[in-house]
């Protein structure tokens, strides 16, 4: 999804609207920049009064791969001493995409507890985006 982002001394304030955005770069005086953005719902994460994080890139696939830790941190995957990747898919869905985590939680002292899958809704996805399935690959 196109969006509109204001920057605000580290701030960026986000938009749908063009003029909007326009009108409050003229406000700060400051520009606009237009981005593509897509979401996600964090519970660990918040934002004001929302627990979604907005992630922006070139690509949708290249955007999970640089952010994939924060996105673990916003999901508290990482049990007590972190965990063990077992496989990380991308599946596109009807206007969002899945990202399919498969892991193993660390326990104390580095115990493999019981393996577990989530699955992490990436949303405004389009097609022209992003289509099928994509296997991340995973550094062993």
Not at 37 to 56: D, F, K, L, M, Q
Not at 103 to 114: A, M, Q, R, T, Y
Request: no cysteine.
């Amino acid at each position: 999804m196109k969006k509109y982002i204001v920057k605000d001394r580290g701030i960026e304030w986000s938009y749908d609207n063009k003029e909007k955005a326009a009108k409050k770069a003229a406000d700060l005086n400051t520009e606009v920049t237009e981005k593509t953005v897509w979401r996600y719902y964090a519970p660990y994460y918040t934002s004001g009064t929302a627990n979604y994080r907005e992630i922006t890139g070139e690509t949708l696939i290249d955007t999970i791969e640089k952010g994939f830790d924060q996105i673990i941190k916003d999901y508290d995957l990482g049990g007590v001493s972190g965990l063990k990747l077992k496989s990380v898919k991308l599946q596109k869905e009807d206007g969002y995409a899945n990202l399919v985590v498969d892991f193993i939680p660390l326990g104390k002292l580095g115990k493999e507890l019981s393996e577990e899958e989530k699955a992490v809704k990436i949303e405004w996805v389009t097609d022209d985006e992003f289509q099928g399935e994509y296997t991340f690959t995973l550094n062993k």
